[in-house]
């Protein structure tokens, strides 16, 4: 079968039929329920419907058709979903024309001697005559389901995996043995084979789908070199494209909206341990490119939680650098005068680690203030130079607000009596120059992203701000299909997905020409493409076609599953003969208006608040205190405001910045 025929089987079959392969269904009266795997869910609240061929969960929202439900369970991408939808269906895919390839020979057999090995790593660790790991247990205070959840072993001395394999039957022996060298298991000598890992504790090392594809052994006596030692890298494993603890934390980070990074496997265990659920550790001081995105790409608030020694403040600088490329500011935590987090916990407890977590200033802000003196020099030259290191961390944002507010910010506290506006074209062409030159060497986010890449944002606003009187075929064309790719992983603030939501259930909203002046005041540009496509869209096909072909629709044009699963969210409740009610329209997009408008006159006076935090001008202080006193009347003003008949159009006369 080809992709579409495949795709056209799963949706022919009952939904309920492949959910209740993942998760247990029961039936009161019509409806079909189950606990929704999304949330931390105690009543079933998510529904299944296999009339409308999809599911909804009424408390997180989560929504869509059977390959978007295995998307999100599984953690897969939409080709994937699929695959797996396949091999559950007992279905074929055709290589060429779905582009979907199996799981190669030497991959599977590789998986399958790493699960072996997992399996009897763990088995030598519940022997009951291992001193070594019931002694380390013990005193790391590890419990029998934390030992269990994370699979902790041991491998002893005596070559034991080299042996379970050597027993294998004659046919399959000696291509696990060369498959277990390949991928670093086993080492031959010149007359013998021996195991890789001995006399170590083990920590099996699962990739993002929970497969063990690696190790990571602790040595348990004085003489061995490396404390703790992983498996080579090979074409299973990669330390850099890998998160130890993902699969444990992916539901936890979802649920917290947030990600804590730390460095080791005993700190993420800590972690975990302590109800830190949405901890994962890198391997290693390195984070690679498809790491980093795996991690923006469930949320932008991140957490450097790493050593508080030199190595790892430098791994956390690298770190850092790198997601402000990606237009992400991280947080740090300071463990100090403790090593890491681990340490940290057993000395000070969770409530305290907690409030650290309160109370992270950003590693952006951490850095920079260490860069500046605490007795500020007097010549200008060498203020100049404690500037140009300021402008070598902030270059990643570029000509972001969150850059230069800093710029002003720390060229005031270094005292330097030029204006704004020159400390900011200076910082210009510090950017125009690209110099590569600074303390830390070469850029560190050099070799993973591509430099020079423009936000096509900016363009769309411009073209938003020319005229509300702009045709939205012609906004849409603005959006083109390259922008799709940048697109995929943006998070959507919750009140724009709210607003989303309302589009998405009732269509009609598109007809009104008032939701322009709604997406004026939109600041998430995903929010806008969506729309417009969907303006589109509507006017392109036929409205009884709307709740069949809207799902693959976005598919294809490459929206993300967190607006997939919104929009299956809004047509499971989509009503098919819902009258077009103008005048209750209207008061949606009223109510909407007043919300973002609300939502952005606070940004802009948070902004000032930041600057008048930063102030060392009492002039400029009072006169930041009356913006602010000016901006907080619009907003009180704003919340009077009542809509006037047949216009959305409110009385106070404010715009977003």
């Not at 696990?176 to 890789?196: H, P, S, V, W």
């Not at 939501?501 to 009609?508: A, K, V």
């Not at 009492?618 to 907003?635: P, S, Y």
């Amino acid at each position: 079968m080809n992709l579409q025929e495949v795709k056209d089987h799963i949706k022919a079959q009952p939904i309920s039929s492949i959910i209740g392969r993942f998760l247990p269904l029961s039936k009161r009266g019509t409806q079909v329920l189950a606990l929704c795997p999304f949330h931390a869910d105690t009543r079933p609240s998510l529904s299944v419907s296999d009339q409308k061929g999809l599911y909804m969960c009424f408390v997180c929202q989560k929504g869509g058709d059977a390959i978007n439900f295995v998307e999100r369970y599984k953690n897969l991408d939409f080709k994937d979903a699929i695959s797996e939808l396949a091999q559950l269906l007992g279905l074929s895919l055709d290589d060429d024309n779905s582009k979907i390839k199996k799981k190669d020979p030497k991959t599977a057999l590789s998986l399958r001697i790493l699960s072996a090995a997992c399996r009897l790593y763990f088995k030598m660790g519940q022997d009951k005559n291992v001193q070594i790991f019931k002694t380390f247990t013990k005193e790391r205070k590890l419990s029998e389901e934390v030992i269990k959840d994370f699979q902790l072993g041991f491998a002893p001395g005596n070559n034991v995996l080299f042996k379970y394999l050597q027993a294998l039957p004659e046919k399959d022996s000696p291509g696990a043995i060369q498959m277990a060298i390949e991928i670093g298991l086993i080492r031959q000598g010149k007359n013998n084979y021996f195991d890789t890992f001995r006399e170590r504790i083990i920590f099996p090392i699962w990739n993002f789908y929970g497969q063990v594809v690696g190790f990571g052994g602790r040595a348990t006596l004085e003489h061995q070199q490396g404390k703790y030692v992983n498996s080579q890298d090979s074409f299973i494993f990669n330390k850099k494209n890998l998160l130890y603890g993902f699969h444990f934390a992916k539901q936890a980070i979802r649920d917290q909206d947030r990600i804590i990074l730390v460095e080791g496997y005993m700190d993420l265990i800590a972690l975990q341990k302590n109800g830190f659920k949405e901890s994962i550790a890198v391997m290693g001081v390195a984070l690679g490119n498809s790491s980093l995105k795996t991690i923006i790409s469930m949320t932008k608030n991140i957490y450097l939680a790493l050593d508080s020694d030199s190595a790892g403040l430098q791994a956390m600088t690298r770190m850092n650098q790198s997601f402000l490329q990606e237009k992400v500011v991280p947080k740090y935590l300071k463990f100090s005068p403790h090593k890491d987090p681990d340490e940290f916990l057993e000395n000070e407890g969770i409530i305290k680690f907690s409030t650290l977590l309160e109370e992270a200033p950003t590693f952006l802000d951490f850095i920079l203030s260490s860069k500046i003196p605490e007795v500020i020099p007097e010549n200008t030259d060498q203020k100049l130079q404690i500037l140009k290191q300021v402008f070598e961390y902030l270059a990643p944002l570029k000509m972001d607000l969150r850059a230069t507010e800093r710029v002003i910010s720390l060229a005031k506290r270094l005292k330097l009596k030029s204006g704004s506006d020159e400390i900011l074209n200076s910082y210009k062409q510090y950017l125009e120059a690209d110099t590569q030159t600074s303390q830390l060497g070469p850029k560190p986010w050099s070799n993973n992203l591509q430099r020079g890449q423009e936000s096509h944002i900016s363009l769309a606003n411009l073209v938003l701000n020319e005229s509300k009187m702009v045709k939205l075929d012609k906004i849409h064309n603005t959006f083109g299909k390259e922008t799709k790719k940048d697109q995929k992983n943006t998070s959507i603030p919750r009140l724009e997905m709210a607003l989303l939501l309302e589009i998405f259930r009732n269509p009609g909203l598109l007809k009104q020409e008032s939701l322009v002046e709604v997406l004026d005041f939109v600041s998430q540009n995903e929010v806008k493409r969506i729309v417009y496509w969907l303006k589109n869209f509507i006017n392109e096909i036929d409205p009884n076609e709307y709740h069949e072909i809207l799902l693959p629709c976005l598919q294809r044009e490459g929206f993300s599953l967190e607006v997939r699963e919104l929009a299956g969210s809004a047509l499971f409740q989509f009503k098919r003969n819902q009258t077009d009610e103008k005048k209750s329209d209207l008061k949606i997009l009223f109510d909407y208006k007043k919300k973002l408008m609300e939502m952005s006159l606070k940004r802009e006076r948070e902004v000032l608040n930041e600057k008048q935090r930063n102030s060392t001008s009492e002039d400029e202080v009072l006169e930041l205190m009356k913006e602010i006193g000016e901006i907080q009347k619009k907003i009180e003003q704003l919340k009077m405001t009542k809509m006037k008949t047949n216009s959305i159009r409110p009385t106070l006369n404010t715009r977003s910045t």
